[in-house]
C-alpha cells in the first residue's frame, strides 16, 4: 500500500458526509437501535443483522465508518472493532476451535493472550504447545493431527522475538490451519499480516491506532467469511463491540495515523542512538537495529518499527535502577504504550526488590516507548535517569 491509498484510506474512506449534512467530523450516532417505515423495510433489514442498521449491539454507523477504514489499511476484506485488544484476541481464537483441538503458539506471548491459553481454554479441552517462534521448522515440528490454529505475535512487545510470516503461513494453509497474528507492534502500516498470508490480523486499539492513551479496543480484521464466522458468534453473543464513542474517538485517533508513526520512529532511532553511546546501557533490542539478531527478517517483512524497545541498563542492585525510574520527569512509569506520551517500565517491578539478581538480564530490562515529545527533551529525562544511578 502506498502513501497516497493510506491518505484516501484515513482521509475519504468510508464517510458519507452529505448524510450528516456534510459535517466534515462524523457524527456519534449514539442509539442502541433504528427504526423502520414498513413491515418490509424491517423484513429485508433482518435478511443480514452483519449488513443491516437494526441495533448497535450489531452494527452502528459510527463503527462502520472506522471498521472500513482499518479494513482497508489492513488489505483485509471485513473488520471488527471491539472493546479491548484481549477481546478481540480472544473471539479471534474462540470462533476457530472446539473441544479436541491442538493449539501451537509462540512462546510467551502478551500476558492475557497466555493466560487465555493457560487457563480458560483447558477447561474446554483445548490445549496448546509454546514453541520458539525464531524458527519457523519449530511450528512444523509441533503440527499434530489434531493442530487447527497457530498463533503468533510478530514482533512480541516484550521481547521483540520475530517469527517469520510468510514461512509459517504457507506452512499452515497447506495443512488447513487457521492462522492468527497480533499485530499490535506494527500496525498495518509497518507490517501487512494479511499480505503475507495470515488469515486474521489483530490489534490492540488502545496502541498506536488510538494514539492518545484514552480508549481500549481492540481490531480483528481477515477474510467476509471469516469476519462473519466471528460477527455471528462470538461478537453478538458476547456484545463485545465497541461503542460510538469510542470508535469516534479511534477515528479521531486515526486520523493521524501516519504522521505519529512516522514522528515515533524518527524519535526512537535518534533516542537509540542515545542510548548505544551510553556507558550505563549494555544491550539494546529493537528489532530494526542491525545488532537485532533478527534484524534481516524485520528488515525483509516490517517497514519500520516505531516506538518501542527495551534495553538492558547497567546496575548491580535494584534501588539503582529504581532511582533511575524514580528520577524521571517527563517519561511517565505506566502500562501500555502507542500515545503520544513516553513510558518506562521496569523489569524489577514484577518481581519484589529483594528478588534482583544482577546476572539476570530480565532484572535489568527496561521496557520503554517513545511518543510524540521532543527528542531531547526525552534525551534530557534519561540523562536525569542516568545521573540519578551515580549518587
Ligand atoms: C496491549 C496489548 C494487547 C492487549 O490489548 P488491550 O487493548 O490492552 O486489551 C495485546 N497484544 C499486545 C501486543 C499488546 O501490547
Redesign the pocket.
Known amino acids: 500500500m502506498n502513501d497516497k491509498e493510506i491518505s484516501e484510506i484515513i482521509n475519504e474512506l468510508g464517510e458519507q458526509r452529505e448524510q450528516y449534512f456534510n459535517s466534515v467530523a462524523p457524527p456519534i450516532i449514539q442509539t442502541s437501535n433504528f427504526s423502520f417505515k414498513t413491515v418490509n423495510d424491517l423484513r429485508n433489514a433482518f435478511e443480514d443483522e452483519s449488513k443491516n442498521f437494526i441495533y448497535s449491539r450489531a452494527k452502528n454507523p459510527t463503527l462502520n465508518i472506522l471498521s472500513e477504514k482499518l479494513a482497508a489499511l489492513d488489505g483485509a476484506e471485513d473488520c471488527l472493532v471491539v472493546n479491548?485488544?484481549?477481546?478481540?484476541?480472544f473471539i479471534s481464537v474462540l470462533a476457530n476451535v472446539k473441544s479436541g483441538d491442538h493449539i501451537i503458539s509462540v512462546a510467551q506471548p502478551?500476558s492475557?493472550?497466555q493466560k487465555m491459553f493457560d487457563t480458560v481454554f483447558p477447561r474446554f479441552n483445548i490445549s496448546v504447545s509454546y514453541v520458539d517462534g525464531r524458527d519457523a521448522n519449530n511450528f512444523k515440528d509441533a503440527i499434530r493431527d489434531n493442530t487447527t490454529l497457530i498463533y503468533l505475535?510478530s514482533p512480541?512487545?516484550w521481547s521483540f522475538a520475530i517469527q517469520d510470516l510468510h514461512s509459517i503461513a504457507t506452512l499452515a494453509k497447506s495443512k488447513n490451519i487457521i492462522t492468527v497474528c497480533?499485530n499490535?507492534?506494527c500496525t498495518p502500516l509497518y507490517q501487512q499480516p494479511i499480505a503475507l498470508g495470515i488469515d486474521i490480523s489483530v490489534q490492540?486499539?488502545?496502541?498506536y491506532i488510538c494514539g492518545h492513551s484514552d480508549v481500549?479496543?481492540?481490531v480483528i480484521c481477515g477474510s467476509n467469511e471469516m469476519i462473519s464466522k466471528i460477527f455471528k458468534s462470538e461478537y453478538m453473543n458476547l456484545g463485545i463491540g465497541t461503542t460510538p464513542f469510542n470508535a469516534w474517538l479511534l477515528l479521531r485517533g486515526l486520523r493521524t495515523l501516519s504522521v505519529r508513526m512516522d514522528r515515533v520512529s524518527a524519535n526512537t532511532k535518534k533516542i537509540i542512538e542515545f542510548l548505544k553511546n551510553n556507558e550505563q546501557v549494555e544491550k539494546i533490542l529493537y528489532p530494526l537495529m542491525p545488532e537485532f539478531d533478527q534484524y534481516e527478517l524485520a528488515k525483509k517483512q516490517m517497514k519500520d518499527a516505531g516506538g518501542l524497545f527495551s534495553f538492558i541498563i547497567k546496575a548491580q542492585s535494584a534501588l539503582e535502577i529504581e532511582n533511575f525510574c524514580n528520577s524521571l520527569r517527563h517519561i511517565l512509569m505506566a502500562v501500555?504504550?502507542g500515545g503520544y506520551e513516553s513510558l518506562i517500565i521496569p523489569g524489577i517491578a514484577s518481581i519484589p526488590a529483594a528478588a534482583f539478581d544482577a546476572s539476570n538480564e530480565d532484572h535489568r530490562r527496561i521496557r520503554i516507548y517513545i511518543g510524540l515529545e521532543d527528542a531531547d527533551y526525552i534525551i534530557d529525562d534519561l540523562n536525569r535517569g542516568f545521573n540519578s544511578m551515580k549518587i
Open positions: 479491548s485488544g484481549a477481546g478481540a484476541i502478551y492475557w493472550t505475535e512480541n512487545s497480533d499490535s507492534y490492540s486499539a488502545t496502541k481500549v479496543a481492540g501500555s504504550w
